[in-house]
């Protein structure tokens, strides 16, 4: 964007203005005609909600979205947490639902308690941008994918996932021409930039979630604790469920479809041997892919299951001995009825359990039987229950109607696992011995036999009719179950954890096919190379990639208490940094410590993290030749990475996180100096596009 020097301070403009923005950026010098519209964003914005090109409504009215139905018209949609350690710790402020529709980076580290604002985008309906022809056209759906015309712009470049989803969301939240919150695509200053520059402005906390980020520089992409994802987050990942779940009629065939994968586990588990880790690590992948397809930035989160244990063992105790429904799970997939239900069922059902329904209003329960008993409704009218559990599923997609968490208090003291549970076997030296059996010996593992107990426990027996097991005990329907794929995402964080501490210890049969994929076992060993990392909890501070660096500040990010007190790593993160032709720099790193210059000691400064050093030397070839190489190479490009490709820098922070956190520390800031040989400050060595903390169970 153009510098405006005129002014020091970052110049906003409205999401509307940054719509059109975008838009005329991707169409650039190309001026094709929309049917009489040269660029019809450009319209005034009542003909701009109002056009129609060739018949297609570019923006979609409002509440006309029937999502199923608009989804499987459309070909398919774009999408678009709390880190308590237990229920009984106080919850922190809820982040504005303003602040949430617009994709804001703040952190919401113990809600959201309201499952109105847990329901993020399906609160209301982010149907809206779906169905509108230009968000379809701009990520090349029907009828914008080639068989009746091309993807929009028509003669420009296409616009980025991340572009295309904050338009979306401006559809979505009405179109409003103007807004008060800043976005996070400003118009900086020169002098703006400078000060950040030379660390006398902090860097805020980014607008972007680290998966949007990360899909942007095509770095690997976080799977997050579930109870750590953003109101954002945790809205796009519901929707991904639920537009899976319209597919499910054609489940046999279409990959689609939530029940097809489902179905795929039913057919073809393994269990009980050494594939057991190396099958379900595939298993995700597949589906996280598919899940990416739709919204990009989505990824499986996992269910840490220690951090649950003290919550668990206090519900059944609550409840024993009057049912074995007792348990708890986490919140993200547990059942509410909130005011969309009810405006649902309205005249549906009988008023009587309509207004039971109102008494539990935003009120979270475990199972639908929880709710029911809660509202003094009898479970096993089949014509109200499967509307009202229909109602309860589009509410919350990750909830299954099929789940009654709990068991004999007895056998959950014994064996729900703890922290120590998971660090012994975390020590254990032999792949078979904590991961199943080779295939000369079969035998279940250590880590899977904590994973049965989780099935067992998580699933449960309907309360009404002790015979019915619910969808997590069985092989055949666990995956129907959306909490099956947080659990084994935790499996595969824990066996991930255990590559780290004996690195070559693998399964013995890595030419073997992993069916019904043409991946070898071999394929499936290291994560990075499938993609993903495992992370607790992440903040994110961007720079400007053209702009020097010689000091760096970022803004305070809080950090939920039950975060500082159970992780494993924290870690402060330089993304793409880029050759510098200045020689190498040396880079301190500070956490705290704002005013961190060139004579700020290091030596018994409980504020100091480490020092980095960055090598590289003076260009030795034309003008050009050190300049950043492009992102991708050409097709058919089989040469090796570039040398001077942007690389990161990944600091261990954990011992300086928690001197600072004994201190009495929840705020967390980062602060870089760079330094020459000369121990002075040195301009013009280091180029990079962020800076994150990030945390590590």
Same mark, same amino acid.
């Given at each position: ?16 203005? %940054? ?230 009629t054609y489940h046999q ?27 379900h690590r595939a298993y ?6 598919q899940m990416q397809d ?67 209003? &935003? ?7 929880? %709710? ?63 991961? /199943? ?12 036999? =904590? ?22 005990? /069985? ?44 991946? /070898? ?27 020097? =660096? ?36 040396? =880079? ?22 480490? /020092? ?76 990079? &596009?962020?800076?994150?903390? =990030?945390?590590?169970?």
């Open positions: 964007m153009a510098d405006q020097p005129k002014d020091n301070k970052a110049t906003s403009k409205s999401r509307y203005e %940054l719509v059109k923005q975008i838009l005329n950026n991707a169409q650039g010098a190309a001026n094709p005609s929309y049917q009489g519209h040269p660029k019809f964003w450009e319209l005034p914005l009542e003909e701009f909600l109002q056009v129609s090109i060739y018949s297609v409504r570019m923006i979609a009215d409002a509440g006309e979205e029937d999502f199923c139905d608009d989804i499987m018209v459309g070909g398919g949609a774009g999408a678009g947490g709390s880190c308590c350690e237990s229920e009984s710790e106080p919850a922190s402020p809820e982040q504005p639902a303003s602040e949430s529709a617009a994709g804001s980076g703040a952190h919401s580290c113990c809600g959201p308690s309201d499952p109105a604002a847990a329901s993020g985008a399906l609160q209301p309906s982010r149907g809206r941008g779906a169905a509108s022809g230009l968000i379809k056209g701009l990520k090349g759906q029907f009828p914008f994918d080639g068989t009746q015309f091309p993807q929009l712009p028509w003669g420009g470049t296409p616009v980025s996932s991340s572009d295309v989803l904050f338009i979306e969301s401006w559809i979505d939240d009405g179109c409003p021409a103007t807004d008060e919150a800043a976005s996070a695509l400003v118009a900086v200053s020169q002098p703006l930039k400078m000060a950040l520059a030379q660390g006398h402005e902090e860097h805020p906390l980014s607008t972007k979630s680290i998966n949007e980020f990360s899909d942007d520089a095509g770095k690997v992409k976080a799977r997050k604790n579930i109870e750590c994802l953003t109101p954002e987050e945790l809205a796009r990942f519901r929707r991904v469920i639920k537009i899976m779940r319209c597919y499910d065939y279409d990959q689609r479809s939530f029940r097809y994968w489902a179905d795929i586990h039913a057919n073809n588990c393994q269990h009980g041997w050494e594939q057991f880790l190396t099958w995700l992948y597949y589906f996280e892919q739709i919204d990009p930035t989505v990824t499986l989160p996992y269910w840490d299951w220690p951090m649950y244990r003290d919550d668990v063992l206090k519900s059944i105790a609550k409840l024993q001995p009057a049912s074995v429904d007792n348990g708890t799970v986490p919140r993200a997939y547990r059942c509410f009825v909130d005011q969309s239900v009810l405006d649902s069922l309205k005249g549906k059902i009988p008023d009587d359990y309509w207004n039971s329904l109102q008494k539990v209003k &935003d009120q979270t329960f475990d199972s639908g039987n929880r %709710l029911y008993t809660a509202a003094n409704i009898t479970y096993g009218d089949e014509t109200w229950d499967d509307l009202i559990m229909g109602e309860l599923a589009r509410a919350n997609p990750l909830w299954d109607r099929y789940r009654w968490p709990g068991m004999a208090a007895g056998l959950a003291t014994d064996l729900y696992p703890t922290p120590e549970d998971v660090q012994r076997i975390l020590q254990i030296p032999s792949f078979f011995t904590f991961g /199943s059996g080779p295939g000369s010996n079969h035998f279940f593992g250590a880590v899977e036999n =904590i994973h049965n107990f989780i099935h067992t426990y998580s699933g449960g027996n309907n309360p009404v009719d002790q015979n019915q097991t619910g969808d997590m005990q /069985s092989a055949g329907t666990t995956g129907r179950d959306p909490i099956f794929w947080a659990h084994h995402s935790n499996v595969d964080r824990v066996w991930s954890e255990w590559q780290k501490l004996h690195p070559g210890t693998d399964p013995d049969d890595p030419t073997d096919i992993l069916a019904p994929w043409t991946n /070898s076992v071999a394929d499936v060993l290291t994560i990075s190379d499938l993609g993903y990392e495992y992370m607790k909890s992440s903040y994110l501070f961007e720079t400007d990639n053209k702009v020097p =660096i010689t000091r760096f500040k970022s803004a305070s990010a809080t950090v939920h208490p039950a975060v500082l007190a159970r992780h494993s790593r924290a870690e402060i993160r330089l993304h793409k940094v880029q050759y510098s032709t200045t020689g190498g720099a040396f =880079i301190r790193v500070f956490l705290n410590q704002p005013d961190a210059n060139a004579d700020t000691p290091t030596k018994g400064n409980d504020n100091f993290v480490t /020092s980095v050093v960055t090598f590289s030397g003076e260009c030795i070839g034309g003008p050009g030749h050190c300049d950043v190489p492009p992102e991708s190479k050409r097709k058919y490009d089989m040469r090796p990475r570039h040398r001077k490709t942007p690389g990161n820098f990944r600091i261990d922070a954990t011992e300086t996180i928690s001197k600072l956190s004994l201190q009495g520390a929840t705020d967390f800031q980062v602060n870089l100096v760079v330094l020459g040989v000369d121990g002075k400050p040195k301009p013009n060595a280091l180029w990079m &596009d962020a800076v994150s903390l =990030i945390f590590k169970d």
